[in-house]
């Protein structure tokens, strides 16, 4: 509990660190890339953590402990854009939030697809499994028919 929140905060302090030695000696993109990516895994990981039910969520300690630490990460990102906009030019950072949101974007509505798409198969052999009920049934009517009536 206490450790995934230390680890979220520690990602997040990490990345911003490894970015302000790294961001004016950066020859390779990939570099920065890498603690941007930290970061965002850190934070996702304090905001999984402020969502998750705890065993005591009313606990000071605990709604302190959210609360400080989604500042913490708040202000670990917005020093993340200063350097990255400095570095890189004004509207850097926020381009790369914007392509990230419509990425994900893109992954949900990607995954609500491939739903509809199950669920229009499923109720297909639903269909299907009706018909050949009913077709079983029809010919089983008519094989009895046949036998008495004959």
């Not at 950072?93 to 798409?117: D, H, L, P, S, T």
């Not at 198969?121 to 036998?147: K, P, S």
Request: hydrophobic letters at 45%.
């Amino acid at each position: 509990m206490f450790g995934e929140v230390l680890t979220g905060i520690a990602l997040v302090k990490s990345a911003v660190d490894g970015l302000k030695g790294a961001i004016g000696t950066a020859k390779d993109v990939s570099e920065i890339a890498g603690y941007v990516d930290k970061l965002f895994q850190g934070e996702q990981e304090i905001q999984k953590r402020k969502q998750k039910k705890t065993n005591d969520p009313f606990s000071v300690s605990s709604v302190a402990s959210e609360t400080i630490n989604a500042k913490l990460a708040k202000e670990k990102m917005d020093e993340m854009r200063q350097l990255i906009d400095l570095r890189f030019g004004h509207g850097t950072w926020a381009g790369i939030i914007a392509e990230r949101a419509r990425r994900i974007q893109e992954a949900r509505e990607a995954e609500k697809a491939v739903q509809r798409q199950k669920q229009a198969q499923q109720e297909d052999m639903v269909i299907i499994g009706c018909v050949l009920v009913g077709l079983l049934l029809a010919v089983g009517v008519f094989a009895y028919l046949y036998i008495h009536f004959k």
